[in-house]
């Protein structure tokens, strides 16, 4: 994939966009009842649809992964009913001031950053009262923690709850298919929600949310909804006929997503899982050998981003300064680790070239802040993970 940027951007999203996606957003841009673009949004929602496996209702519209949290619990809770966050970050914990702002009695199962929520937890608080849904954050963008859906799915659905998924750092990179029974019959993801900038790789501005039939009859129990832009039915007639009008979608953007969307499709599912999934073991492994470990235990890691302990000594600054005079570019830590560790993007039209140059440029800037590292062992560290993978 031709790649025209200056700079390698391997932070958790927005990641790096390929010359086919600016190509298509930079399209002369037409009304948004034109049939012409009519005709991509449709093939856009369709591609959705596809990669989600859903035979509920699809929504693509502008505004950020936020966005599309607020969309998944204003159509399915009502001001006062229960909601469970199970947090294993920032992101999770995101849930949380969400269901404040909405009026909902919200209670939180949060684990240690760094680990994963034990289920056991979220049997007893779900035992202990009737919830109306359960959010998960697929891939805690703040910890580099995945969420066990095939433990958790279960239990959820157990308790007659409904399941909202934070796919946003996860979507297109860690399996998420809303056909698929996880851990047990029935179990199913009812609600997702991501956003185009993360593992989809298309730049920032759209929210993308999937409902299933349980979620739309939970939508349709509601009655009125204290919202208007994000109310599903102001949505649902635009989504089946792109050609009418409720507020302009970004048309610029859906050009740019539905090529997005094509490169996801046709690099396939599974392959997309089983790259990321490599991406993220061989990104891990490499730093380690620099003495630079992960947050997450490899086992609960997820594929799509990674956060990463300095070694005693390493300024966070001076760390990423040095890298982004080299062009690349890796995101800060968050909340109490901000300082202590940096989290490096592995998603996305991310590739395997530039991941291995990202390697062997952390061991240089090591190297130049007075760390003595081996950048070979590294790299064939890398490589040895990275590529071993069908294609
Ligand atoms: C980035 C992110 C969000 C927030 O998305 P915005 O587009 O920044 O609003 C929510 N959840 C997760 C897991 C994320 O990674």
Redesign the pocket.
């Known amino acids: 994939m031709a790649l025209r940027n200056e700079e390698m951007l391997l932070i958790?999203?927005p990641t790096p966009v390929v010359d086919s996606i600016y190509d298509a957003l930079g399209q002369e841009t037409r009304s948004h009842t034109d049939a012409r673009f009519a005709a991509i949004y449709r093939s856009s929602i369709e591609k959705t649809r596809e990669m989600l496996k859903t035979d509920g209702e699809v929504f693509v519209i502008s505004?950020?992964?936020?966005?599309?949290?607020e969309m998944a619990l204003i159509n399915t809770v009502a001001p006062g009913e229960k909601v469970l966050v199970i947090s294993q970050g920032y992101?999770?914990d995101?849930f949380i001031k969400l269901g404040e702002a909405f009026g909902y009695e919200v209670e939180v199962v949060q684990s240690e950053w760094g680990k994963q929520v034990q289920p056991l937890d979220v049997e007893s608080i779900l035992a202990g009262g009737s919830f109306k849904a359960v959010t998960i954050?697929?891939?805690?963008?703040?910890t580099g923690v995945a969420a066990d859906l095939d433990a958790l799915i279960p239990i959820i659905k157990k308790h007659g709850a409904l399941v909202i998924l934070?796919?946003?750092?996860?979507t297109a990179a860690m399996e998420e298919d809303m056909s698929k029974s996880y851990g047990a019959a029935n179990a199913k993801i009812d609600v997702l929600?991501t956003?185009s900038?993360?593992a989809i790789g298309v730049p920032?501005g759209l929210?993308i949310v999937a409902f299933n039939q349980t979620a739309l009859v939970a939508r349709e129990q509601l009655g009125r909804v204290p919202a208007y832009y994000t109310d599903i039915y102001n949505w649902i007639p635009i989504m089946h006929d792109p050609q009418k009008y409720f507020a302009t979608p970004p048309v610029n953007l859906v050009y740019a997503y539905n090529e997005g969307m094509r490169l996801v499709l046709e690099e396939g599912m599974e392959n997309r899982y089983q790259r990321h999934a490599a991406y993220g073991k061989a990104v891990r492994a490499a730093l380690a050998v620099y003495g630079m470990n992960a947050l997450a235990e490899e086992n609960a890691a997820a594929a799509t981003?990674s956060c990463i302990l300095y070694p005693e000594g390493l300024d966070d600054v001076a760390f990423r300064t040095a890298l982004a005079q080299k062009g690349l570019i890796v995101a800060g830590a968050l909340a109490h680790l901000a300082g202590k560790a940096f989290r490096i993007g592995h998603m996305g039209n991310t590739t395997e070239d530039m991941l291995e140059k990202a390697i062997v440029l952390i061991g240089e800037t090591l190297t130049e802040l007075g760390f003595v590292v081996d950048v070979k062992a590294a790299t064939e560290k890398f490589k040895e993970i990275a590529y071993v993978r069908a294609v």
Not at 63 to 69: H, N
Not at 137 to 142: I, P, Q
């Open positions: 958790p999203g505004g950020s992964g936020t966005l599309a949290m992101f999770g995101r954050t697929h891939a805690d963008t703040s934070d796919g946003v750092c996860a929600l956003g900038q993360k920032p929210a981003l």
